[in-house]
């Protein structure tokens, strides 16, 4: 596993492994979106304070076309400032990272900002990243809908951060989260070469 595959593994029968860190703000529903993922459902049990285990990992194949794979192992950080040390221990084996915040909250969104791109640029300098808006069902519902953010201020983020695009998506009915994952394995699986850097230089 790794970043650093080469172009004859990409082009071998064997599929190619890349880790893909799931960042974000607690909250934002980073645990319910994997879940939605890995399993095609809406995990009810799953509170919005859900505090997962900053290298709580899952693996599932995923097809890029051509008849290639791509095995993705997808980690769900904690977004508590409890988990900081942790996330900055396995950061720098991330090959991509989804940056997610959640569409009732203009704080996650600034802290995508803020916090989340600069802590994994740090870190992982040349991965690609995605945003990610959560939450998307909660439009259809008057009593949300006004306080949601509205889909420009997500591309206007995604552009100026310079990410590989934004994607709005709900976990609560699937729509839109097969295709970020989607764009990030293909975004991934381009990536062959990403810069290490030594954790034990950054830091508290």
Known sequence: MGCCQGKEQYQSKDPMVRKIAIVGNSGAGKT?????????????????????????????????????????????????????????????????AIICFGLDSEESLKDVSKNWVPEMR??????????????????????????????SSGHKVAKKLKMVGYIECSSWNGENVEQVFAKMAEAAAKKKNTKKVDVSELGS
């Open 122 to 151: 740090r870190i992982c300098p040349e991965i690609p990243l995605l945003l990610a808006g959560l939450k998307k069902d909660l439009r259809d519902y008057s009593v949300y809908a006004d306080k949601c953010l509205p889909e």
């Open 32 to 96: 319910c979106f994997i879940h939605r993922y890995m399993h095609d459902e809406f995990d009810e049990n799953t509170s919005q304070e859900f505090i997962p285990t900053a290298l709580k990992m899952e693996e599932k194949t995923h097809s890029i076309g051509n008849g290639k794979e791509i095995i993705l192992n997808i980690y769900d950080t904690g977004g508590q400032e409890t988990f900081r040390h942790l996330r900055k221990l396995n950061y720098p084996k991330s090959d991509a």
